[in-house]
């Protein structure tokens, strides 16, 4: 690690310099390479420092007298964002920042452990990819809901549409929500139900009042986003990997994604909120970083934040249930009667209120895991274990499953991957022959059924979409090993599992 900014305190962090004063930690092994454009991009995140000072004395009562940035926590899948790097943590005090959650509100992570053996779907994996490509893709998902549904999963989440559907809405995808929604909400962060008092801005959503289908729920996204299929390859701890229901050889599902559309519509609406609060006469954040007081000032503002968030929020919980349902109907059409159980359902890109022994702060992660203890997880169901951290690596490689140790260093977060180590634009100008390799040896479900002679002779589309597959490829990320070494070492989380992948499923 040769960046002069970094400051090594010992084998798993290092101190990043920065003139604005702000208590900032990398956790990174000498293995995990560091991206200088991402500490350039924190840096001038890391400005807000001085927005916080120039508010506080040149615009009096607009900030509370507590406003301040407590500490920063970087986790080792660390790289370049769109104004703030994937990765941060943020702890604030008297406001908020809606740029530090992003466009992507409530990308999370979700894993099920599915009852078949990984051999047994290894036999029909050809059968298997092509029922994945119809309900995904091809007009099979079946998701129809009224607008009362919709209005409830937007203003209560996923308490919310169990209340609002009734046991005889059976059709499509809604047969295995009955089976596995209730009993899951347990395993699911804050039970995936966000309080929100009105829903802002995705009117049009909403629809009619009758049952209809939109394009949103059930949809995967672009990017880094995928729903895939593993196989349980080691057990880690044998008694956490027990409790939670993992057993070598079995199948899981694990689903990336978060609010699609209706995220970046309620990141759109926070922006603007903050853009429009900021006091007139001042000059404007140079690096677009705005914030939120956490006053009796701005009480509507704040409120209407946290509703814009909350709606996001509960979609995306949603979403990736949805999501899991559909890869679960798959594999039923293909293998018979199959069932699954939900591990956990946690998000990683969200801010949320908490109360410490000082006061109230606000807890901001962009792109990061909570992993929290056993402490603060006493009121659920894993207070014996600590909370579920999933960390996928990059396609074709293995994922892990981990126990949160709860590291107040680290701001109780871990890493939500590997981490990209070439932007999207540098992975597509790597070795076409890698690439090649790549696919000739894994299996990805994409809209475009690469198998059919008819859609390889339409070079236009197979080559567009081979080169969304190429910005994601394996050597686009970092190693997923130094990834888990390091989260291992610096009492971040504790290994469980190690799952490797059958299919990927891409948008």
């Not at 409530?106 to 009852?115: A, D, P």
Request: charged share 25%; hydrophobic share 40%; proline share 4%.
């Amino acid at each position: 690690m040769q960046d002069k900014r970094l400051k090594r305190l010992d084998s798993t962090r290092c101190l990043i310099a920065n003139k604005s004063g702000v208590d900032a930690t990398l956790f990174a092994n000498e293995e995990v390479p560091v991206e200088a454009a991402a500490l350039d991009e924190l840096l001038g995140f890391l400005q807000l420092q001085r927005t916080i000072e120039q508010l506080s004395e040149r615009a009096p009562g607009f900030l509370p007298p507590c406003a301040k940035v407590e500490r920063v926590a970087v986790t080792p899948d660390f790289h370049k964002g769109a104004g703030i790097p994937i990765g941060t943590v943020l702890a604030t005090n008297g406001f908020i920042i809606p740029a530090a959650v992003g466009n992507d509100i409530n990308c999370g992570m979700r894993l099920h452990v599915t009852t078949l053996t990984a051999d047994k779907v290894s036999e029909h994996l050809d059968q298997v990819e092509t029922k994945l490509r119809h309900v995904f893709f091809e007009g099979g998902r079946d998701i129809a809901m009224t607008r009362v549904q919709r209005e409830a999963l937007l203003r209560e989440g996923l308490t919310g549409l169990l209340a609002s559907v009734p046991a005889s809405q059976t059709q499509g995808q809604w047969r295995a929500f009955h089976e596995h929604s209730e009993r899951e909400l347990a395993s699911v962060e804050r039970k995936g139900s966000l309080s929100a008092s009105r829903i802002i801005g995705l009117e049009s959503l909403l629809g009619r009042d009758g049952l209809s289908r939109d394009s949103q729920i059930g949809s995967i996204g672009g990017g880094n986003h995928f729903v895939e299929l593993q196989r349980i390859e080691k057990i880690l701890d044998g008694q956490t990997a027990h409790a939670w229901g993992l057993r070598p050889g079995q199948v899981t599902i694990m689903v990336h994604t978060g609010s699609v559309s209706v995220g970046h519509q309620s990141a759109g609406f926070c922006r603007n909120l903050v853009r429009g609060i900021y006091p007139q006469g001042l000059k404007h954040p140079e690096n677009g970083v705005y914030v939120l007081p956490d006053s009796e000032r701005f009480q509507r503002e704040v409120q209407d934040f946290w509703d814009a968030l909350h709606n996001a929020a509960n979609f995306a919980h949603a979403n990736r249930l949805f999501l899991a349902l559909m890869a679960l109907e798959s594999l039923r059409s293909v293998l018979g009667e199959a069932d699954m159980h939900l591990v956990y359902d946690a998000p990683h890109n969200l801010v949320r209120r908490e109360q410490t022994s000082s006061g109230t702060r606000f807890l901001h992660r962009k792109g990061a895991c909570p992993a929290r203890g056993m402490d603060s997880m006493a009121e659920t169901r894993f207070a014996f274990h600590g909370e579920p951290v999933l960390v996928p690596g990059s396609m074709g490689a293995s994922s892990f499953v981990l126990a949160g140790l709860g590291n107040s260093d680290a701001l109780s977060s871990a890493s939500h991957g590997a981490g990209r180590v070439l932007s999207r634009g540098e992975a597509l100008k790597v070795d076409q022959a890698a690439f090649t390799r790549f696919m000739r040896e894994f299996r990805v479900v994409t809209p475009v059924d690469f198998r059919r002679t008819d859609v390889r002779q339409r070079r236009a589309i197979v080559d567009r979409k081979l080169e969304d597959i190429k910005k994601e490829a394996p050597y686009a990320y970092k190693g997923i090993g130094p990834i888990i070494r390091t989260l291992t070492d610096a009492g971040i989380a504790r290994p469980v599992a190690e799952l490797r992948p059958l299919l990927t499923v891409k948008g």
